[in-house]
């Protein structure tokens, strides 16, 4: 009851986030965002001392989740309803649903190696997916800067490709980190019972965390330019991954590596196929430019 209760603040907090973050307001931004994390942590601790059970820090997390909400409503001038919310709402829902195929993207190689590969494999392979959940996280800060400018075309044409060399900048420095590191890469995190099945290949996977946030970068680069076709290739590629590990399943030929593999071929399709539709983007739009100022 209490989790559903912390449900409907999130979203709406994630609403002012995206408020502040459009206006590139991203001092008040970080306020909110560390706001959020201190009302929902000492909601949950607080109702943990006072209640002593599960059920009771839940009902503070969802206390200190909707305060947060609160915060982020202050923090953006109070808002209130408007009218004619259609369009927004149609764009908000195509953006979900690319956003929700990237969720799925991202985790889909745990949820598999989970369901098709033996225990002990799949429990090193949860362990060196923290490898790709670092390189996709780190470089977040590039998305939420750029963000609001991506949805200019000029901006784009100028940002993008810098943003792209930035982030995959640091997934390679992340990925060489991991393979200078070899074979104690693995114990290094999940600790000395992990490692025998991958050995020194665990730079894998932060090269795969990488193409995620690559391929994260692209897509809200398709979002913001109205790109149908950005969302239509998030889902092929999933269905590709899927389709493909368990084709191998069948046949018994998965391996941690096999299942790591078959995620990255799918990532450099996506992200291949998103650079080829930012370049026809920014030839096109650059055109648009030409012809605009030709005529002015």
Known sequence: MADRG????HPRRGGYDGLLQGNRRYGRLAL????????????????????????????????????SAVVGWSFNGRPGFTRGIRRHVVSAAKASGALLGLVLMVNLDLLLARHHLPAS????????????????????GVSVVL????????????????????VALVGALLTAATAVLGARALPLVGGAEYGDALGGATWVFAMLGTLF?????????????????????????????AAAVEVLAAREGLTVLTVAGIAVGASV??????LLRLWRTHAR?????RNAAATA
Not at 269 to 274: F, M, N, Q, R
Not at 285 to 289: M, S
């Open 121 to 140: 494999l799949a429990g090193e392979y949860a362990v060196a997916s923290i490898f790709a959940k670092v390189a996709f996280w780190l470089p977040q």
């Open 32 to 67: 909110v965002n560390t706001t959020f994390g201190l009302l929902k942590s000492g909601g949950g601790i607080a109702g943990l001392l006072i209640g002593g059970t599960p059920e009771a820090a839940l009902v503070g997390m969802a206390i200190g989740c909707a305060c």
């Open 269 to 274: 399709l996506l992200v291949s196929t998103g």
């Open 213 to 241: 946030a690559l391929a994260q970068l692209l897509l809200y680069s398709g979002i913001a330019a109205s790109d149908r076709v950005a969302a239509v290739a998030v889902w092929c590629a999933v269905a590709l991954e």
């Open 285 to 289: 739009e650059g055109l648009e430019l």
């Open 6 to 9: 912390a449900g409907p603040p």
């Open 147 to 166: 963000l609001p400018r991506l949805a200019h075309a000029r901006g784009r044409r100028r940002l993008l490709p810098v943003a792209a060399t930035l």
